[in-house]
């Protein structure tokens, strides 16, 4: 800077009293600014901020639920605990963006040398804050220990349940910082859930490796607050709570809805807006670009100036309402900001432009004849895309494969290739009011074709589909094609239009048995016993037809009683083969992720990550049981111990307590000992190593058996083979601690004489 008289220096000390006039606005603002609460409002709870629309007392927080407790007595420092959980949860920060951390205890399962445990059950851990989800982008849960095995539960929200398994031999076997399973094992958690339940156990008590490592632990932690170490399998070095973040937002409105009422509008500053909530009903609110603050309070959003806190420009700055603006002093020319051209000074000009200046004017109106042509030639093949669009998706989910491959299969001429107008005639243009049913796999319909047949159409959730994905859905498709049997749902055709395929089934009038068993209205027209033992039977028929004679074998992987269907007749149908799997003949075993139902989960396959097709047996075993019992598999009603089904149903078996818990109808219409040889086949199929479980084959073969008994009580000659016989009273065996039940000679003879068909193996 030039010095050039007196007329300068007063334009310099001008400018350095509007600069500290500046410095003092800016300090005023960012003073305002802390005010976060509603006046006269406690702010503070030790050094824990209380931000509205959370408050301590009435008029102070938004709704009930944003009500919080600060206990100066019990806690010194104060300790800030949120009053509308059912449980003691304690905060520890809120965050305006709309988060929640609060502070949530470990789960522990321990034990003394030689496997005798601490406590009489298994330690369960629980969190329920029924108004804020917990955050799925946040957090994960965590099993550590080398022999854990961990369930997380959720009932509040989003039912849902997952299993994490953590093995190993040695502490120099594990890698610190990795949760993959080997000492530490780690899994997400779904969009809006509110509570979990963590239960804990081990295969072995830990005697293997109780030397480094007595207990095992599980826990629900924000994802960057935990990192593995081998130090953690002695004692979690000494950590008892972990921080969890919860999502948080007001109303339970979308934002266009809410805007409608300017009163219990929360967004009060003006410079604020609105977004909607993504884990669950109701809406944030935001200070907009350029402002900080409290946007639920007037005013409370203030503006930043940007000059003074980052200094954006190269020259002149000067702070606006949400922004600002940078410029260049005379004789200089550009935007003005650092992270743009800067200034630079204005060169001298001359009578003739400048060679560059035509070199530009020549790439500029070059660039507009390519953006015109290119523009011209998009539109005009915008229409023949839209036309072909169809035809391109038709190809990518293999439809020209399906064509050729009916050339040569005629079978697959059953399955037939719906477009996707079809479909939405069919489902008045899939309308929520048709909604069957929602799951993992994707969403059900029904649907009404134009020959008026009823139908069920799965619509599966979008997801990128790989080459290999495409050639399996094909090779399903053919094979559920072919599937003719009476009680497996029969597949009509299918769509390839669409992104992922839909799918079409025949329409089962009755509901799931499921409904029938547990649903409180169902109850006053219960199934009675032979209808029970005959839709067992008719389960077991169609899963052994699908293990056993079905051209490819198929695992279906999700047997419950929510997948079993029931016609106007009860005649079971089995449903939802979404998570099934075709398996090689020369293959018996597949490794795949553990997938299906909390409560019916081959314990084998969790811990192996083998599936088989005695899978199945013992999801059959748990269905069974509920036929038998008239109780869920699962269930948080029931006291610990009774909590899931088939480890009740085993224990009380070992105890001679089966009459205890038979369902009160089957007790009265079922004759003792049908009901015993009934229990003991189901005690087969729970079985926990598989090779020890019955094959479907002989399970149905047992079940026909029975349901002949039933209808025909009378006895025949025992004229069975020796094979036949050793095979029940080997499924017999080790039904009540080694003592074999007796059977009637009727069953041997129903299960060996020629002229009864025992089975339906027809396609």
């Known amino acids: 800077m030039y010095y050039n008289g007196p007329t300068t220096f007063l334009q310099l000390k001008l400018a350095w009293v509007l600069l500290g006039a500046a410095f003092a606005s800016a300090s005023a603002s960012a003073s305002a600014a802390v005010a976060q609460t509603l006046p006269g409002c406690e702010d503070r709870c030790g050094n824990i901020s209380i931000p509205y629309p959370f408050g301590t007392t009435e008029g102070c927080y938004i709704q009930q639920h944003f009500k919080v407790a600060c206990n100066d007595t019990d806690y010194h420092p104060p300790k800030l605990f949120l009053e509308s959980s059912d449980t003691n949860v304690e905060i520890t920060e809120i965050l305006l963006s709309g988060e929640l951390r609060i502070s949530a205890p470990i789960g522990s ?69 990795s949760c993959s399973g080997i000492g530490c094992c ?52 000494g950590r008892e709570k972990l921080p969890v973040v919860f999502d948080w937002a007001v109303g339970d409105q979308t934002c266009h809805k809410a805007r409608q009422n300017p009163t219990s509008f929360a967004c009060k500053d003006k410079n604020s807006n609105c977004t909607n909530f993504d884990n669950g ?5 935001n200070c907009l670009e350029g402002y900080e603050g409290n946007p639920y309070i007037p005013n409370g959003c203030r503006d930043i100036d940007e000059c003074t806190t980052s200094s954006p420009c190269n020259m002149t700055c000067q702070n606006l309402p949400g922004t600002y603006s940078c410029s260049c002093a005379v004789g200089y020319e550009g935007d003005g900001k650092k992270n743009g051209s800067g200034c630079s000074r204005i060169a001298v000009p001359n009578n003739k ?16 004849v390519l953006l015109l042509g290119g523009s011209w030639l998009y539109w005009g093949s915008k229409q023949r895309k839209i036309a072909n669009l169809r035809e ?5 989910n293999g439809g020209i494969m399906l064509q050729e491959l009916s050339k040569h299969e005629g079978s697959v001429q059953s399955a037939k290739i719906f477009t996707e107008e079809d479909l939405k005639k069919a489902t008045n243009n ?144 089995v449903s939802d083969f979404g998570s099934s799997r075709l398996t090689p003949i020369d293959q018996i075993q597949l490794a795949t992720l553990v997938q299906g139902t909390h409560g ?61 818990i038979v369902d009160e109808q089957v007790k009265n219409e079922a004759k003792a000992d049908q009901l015993k040889e009934f229990a003991i086949l189901a005690k087969g199929c729970l079985r926990v190593k598989g090779e020890d479980r019955p094959t479907m084959k002989d399970v149905a073969m047992e079940l026909e058996g029975m349901k002949m008994t039933e209808k025909h009580p009378w006895e025949n000659d025992n004229k069975g083979s020796e094979e036949t016989q050793y095979l029940l009273e080997d499924l017999l065996s080790d039904a009540y601690d080694g003592e074999t039940s007796t059977r009637n000679s009727t069953i041997y003879d129903s299960i060996t004489n020629p002229n009864i068909s025992l089975c339906n193996g027809g396609r």
């Open 186 to 237: 780690q899994t997400s958690i779904p969009k809006g859930v509110k509570n979990y339940n963590i239960t804990l156990s081990s295969y072995n008590n830990h005697t293997s490796v109780w030397g480094f490592n007595p207990c095992s632990y599980a826990f629900v932690a924000e994802e960057t607050a935990y990192n593995f170490s081998s130090l953690d399998l002695k004692n979690l070095q």
């Open 353 to 368: 432009l400048p060679l560059i200046t035509y070199i530009a004017l020549g790439i500029s109106i070059g660039i507009s």
């Open 281 to 285: 009903p109701g809406y944030r609110c």
């Open 392 to 396: 391109t998706l038709f190809q990518q």
């Open 600 to 660: 019916y989960l081959d314990p084998e396959s969790l811990q192996t990550s083998q599936l088989t097709e005695k899978s199945d047996v013992y999801s059959f075993g748990v269905v069974l049981v509920e036929l038998l019992t008239g109780k869920e598999a699962i269930s948080f009603d029931r006291c610990a111990a009774e909590r899931n089904l088939a480890m009740y149903f085993i224990l009380a078996m070992k105890e001679d307590r089966l009459f205890e």
């Open 109 to 177: 399962d321990c034990f003394r040398e030689g496997g005798v445990q601490y406590q009489d059950d298994i330690f369960e851990t629980w969190i329920t804050v029924p108004e804020f989800p917990i955050s799925n982008t946040r957090n994960k849960f965590t099993a550590v220990g080398c022999d854990t095995y961990a369930v997380i539960t959720g009932s509040l929200g989003r039912n849902y349940a997952t299993g994490c398994l953590s093995l190993c031999d040695t502490i120099d076997s594990v890698i610190n910082g």
């Open 430 to 573: 899939f309308n929520e009011n048709n909604v069957l049913g929602k799951g993992g796999q994707g969403i059900v319909y029904k649907g009404v074709l134009p020959d008026n047949t009823i139908v069920a159409i799965k619509k599966p959730r979008v997801a990128d589909q790989s080459q290999s994905q495409i050639e399996q859905f094909i090779n399903e498709v053919i094979i559920l094609s072919q599937v003719n049997h009476r009680n497996v749902v029969k597949l009509l055709g299918c769509c390839l239009e669409t992104k992922v395929p839909f799918l079409v089934y025949e329409f089962i009038t009755n509901g799931t048995l499921y409904d029938h068993i547990h649903t409180a209205c169902q109850r006053a027209s219960s199934i009675t016993w032979e209808n029970r033992l005959r839709i067992a039977a008719e389960t077991a028929a169609a899963l052994s037809y699908l293990h056993s004679a079905a051209s490819t074998p198929i695992i279906h992987r999700d047997v419950k009683t929510a997948n079993i269907l029931l016609d106007d007749n009860y005649v079971a149908k």
